[in-house]
């Protein structure tokens, strides 16, 4: 199970790939002084002038020349020297040799644990050079040398493990949370490097199925909430037909409840439609103002049948921006048509478009009896209705403005509402990063038609 880790992985197959890096390194280098060119040919020369100037040494100074010669070589060369004759008798000491000798040869051979013995005759024979002198230091003799750096790599080895290890780690203990439902979990991706981008990945995967299970569920409680009421005037209504002799109203009845059942899950359609998946937006160059004109001329018709005046300001003459176009218009429309269901006859409602540099401001002011100053919150709440005269006779099922605010929050926009005196409005800020052509345009008091 240990092994089975990416944290035990990196660390056995770093400390493998060293070990063999390091027997690798001693081979070569073993091999490349046994067969490197004219390796041997070169030791063999050096002893051979070694022997030749210790003969030349000895046979034209005698003992004295040939230990001064050998002091002067041993101060270059590590070991002891020794010349003898054919017999094994050290031409110095007088030392009788033949042991030494027979345990040398023409290569060198160990004479103990530390110590290694050569005898290098000369090309008569008359003579031989015994060489004791420290065991060359091999390739691997040198290897518990290079420990440090061994333990230097598991050290560093390790510490890239963690690294590694770590955070996958907790990605792996995110994503189990947010297996057991736990849709608020995010991943920490503040690493720039590939695991930073699977956690980035991760949280933009979470993110959509957040919404879409958060819009479904709402979409569930609240069709379950709104439709046991219309259901049950409904299955009254039916009951009603059955048995009052006056069919006619029954069936009008009857009909008045399933338009508001149509109305109702049409609009909790819009809502979930609202909140669907942001990439799969439609999202194009279009001007706000051409749209607000568009939504205007369609409303117009509605507010022409209570007597209501549509006026328009546009204090722009263009605002370009990126956005889904049907989006935003049902958003501007369900506001527009609210405010038209609250004016009162004979009134107007006021359009008002102003573009800044960054954002673009819609108003939308209708003349009614506005809502409670503690109602203002709640309004974009799904099936929120004020209470006072913005109640189920005059208004929908409460869904107008929050279809409105979902599709906003889509465009990084909001919406919020203040009571005029008389009257509410409800201000739509959308941001407009391109720069609008301003110019103030005269409020135009006609009534809209389409």
Same mark, same amino acid.
């Given at each position: 199970m240990f092994v089975r880790s990416i944290f035990a992985k990196i660390l056995l197959w770093f400390f493998v790939t060293f070990i063999v890096c390091l027997a690798g390194i001693g081979y070569t280098n073993d091999l490349r002084n046994r067969f490197a060119p004219g390796r041997h040919d070169f030791f063999s020369r050096s002893v051979s002038l070694q022997v030749s100037d210790a003969r030349e040494a000895y046979e034209t100074g005698g003992k004295p020349a040939l230990q001064a010669y050998f002091a002067r070589l041993e101060t270059l060369m590590p070991g002891t020297h020794a010349l003898v004759d054919e017999h094994g008798i050290d031409l110095v000491t007088g030392r009788d040799r033949s042991a030494d000798i027979n345990k040398a040869g023409p290569h060198w051979s160990p004479a103990s644990d530390s110590r290694m013995i050569l005898a290098w005759p000369t090309r008569d024979g008359k003579y031989k050079l015994i060489i004791d002198a420290p065991a060359p230091v091999g390739p691997w003799s040198a290897i518990p040398y290079f420990l440090w750096i061994a333990v230097a790599a598991v050290v560093f080895c390790y510490i890239l493990a963690v690294q590694l290890a770590a955070p996958l780690r907790t990605l792996e203990q995110t994503v189990e949370r947010f297996g057991r439902g736990d849709l608020e979990v995010r991943a920490k991706a503040k690493r720039q490097d590939e695991i930073g981008k699977l956690a980035r990945a991760f949280n933009v995967m979470a993110d959509r199925i957040q919404t879409l299970l958060t819009a479904e569920r709402r979409l569930?409680?609240?069709?379950?909430?709104?439709?046991?009421?219309?259901?049950?005037?409904?299955?009254?209504?039916?009951?009603?037909?059955?048995?009052?002799?006056?069919?006619?109203?029954?069936? +009008?009845?009857?009909?008045?409840?399933?338009?508001?059942?149509?109305?109702?899950?049409?609009?909790?359609?819009?809502?979930?439609? +609202?909140?669907?998946?942001?990439?799969?937006?439609?999202?194009?160059?279009?001007?706000?103002?051409?749209?607000?004109?568009?939504?205007?001329?369609?409303?117009?018709?509605? *507010?022409?049948?209570?007597?209501?005046?549509?006026?328009?300001?546009?204090?722009?003459?263009?605002?370009?921006?990126? *956005?889904?176009?049907?989006?935003?218009?049902?958003?501007?429309?369900?506001?527009?048509?609210?405010?038209?269901?609250?004016?009162?006859?004979?009134s107007s409602v006021e359009i008002t478009l102003t573009a800044a540099a960054d954002k673009s401001i819609i108003e939308v002011r209708d003349f009614g009896p506005g809502v409670p100053e503690d109602s203002l919150p709640h309004l974009f709440r799904p099936f929120f209705r004020a209470e006072a005269d913005r109640n189920r006779n005059s208004g929908g099922v409460g869904l107008g403005l929050s279809i409105a605010q979902r599709a906003l929050a889509v465009h990084q926009g909001s919406i919020s509402a203040r009571n005029a005196l008389p009257g509410l409005v409800i201000a739509i800020e959308i941001p407009t990063p391109h720069s609008p052509q301003s110019g103030a345009a005269p409020l135009l008091p006609q009534r809209m038609r389409g």
């Open positions: 569930l409680q609240d069709v379950s909430h709104e439709l046991r009421s219309p259901l049950a005037r409904l299955e009254f209504a039916v009951e009603l037909a059955k048995t009052s002799p006056d069919r006619s109203r029954a069936m +009008a009845r009857i009909q008045k409840e399933v338009d508001r059942l149509s109305t109702l899950i049409s609009e909790l359609l819009q809502v979930t439609r +609202a909140e669907n998946d942001p990439e799969s937006r439609n999202m194009v160059p279009l001007d706000l103002r051409d749209l607000l004109q568009d939504v205007v001329d369609d409303c117009a018709v509605e *507010g022409e049948a209570r007597d209501v005046e549509l006026r328009v300001n546009t204090r722009a003459e263009s605002v370009q921006m990126q *956005g889904d176009h049907e989006l935003l218009r049902r958003a501007i429309e369900n506001v527009v048509r609210n405010a038209i269901r609250y004016a009162p006859e004979h």
